[in-house]
């Protein structure tokens, strides 16, 4: 069940989904349980929004992948634009990434 919701009110964000507080995710379920979507005038400030979107949000008594998507907009080779099909896999073994982990 989703505990505490909490996303971002900032201007260019977007967040697709259906959760709500106290939703109870079924057994069978798509493992994208929301789409959240930023727009900046630049890729520095679209990866900007990014980060301050992910900073802020909560989605409460779910496992996420909030800590491995604020890694990535904090990588240097993803701010750069300079990573490719086969970045993920290396760029994963490479780190341990917990739930709680600050980036």
Request: no cysteine.
């Amino acid at each position: 069940m989703i505990g505490k919701l909490r996303i971002p009110e900032i201007e260019g964000l977007r967040f697709d989904t259906l959760l709500y507080e106290g939703y109870v995710i079924p057994p069978f379920y798509d493992s994208l349980l929301g789409k959240l979507i930023v727009h900046g005038a630049d890729r520095p400030a679209a990866l900007a929004a990014l980060a301050s979107a992910l900073a802020q949000i909560s989605i409460g008594d779910v496992k996420t992948t909030l800590a491995l998507h604020k890694a990535l907009a904090a990588d240097p080779a993803v701010q750069a634009g300079t990573f490719h099909t086969q970045f993920l896999e290396p760029w994963l073994e490479s780190r341990t990434l917990t739930a709680d982990q600050e980036v």
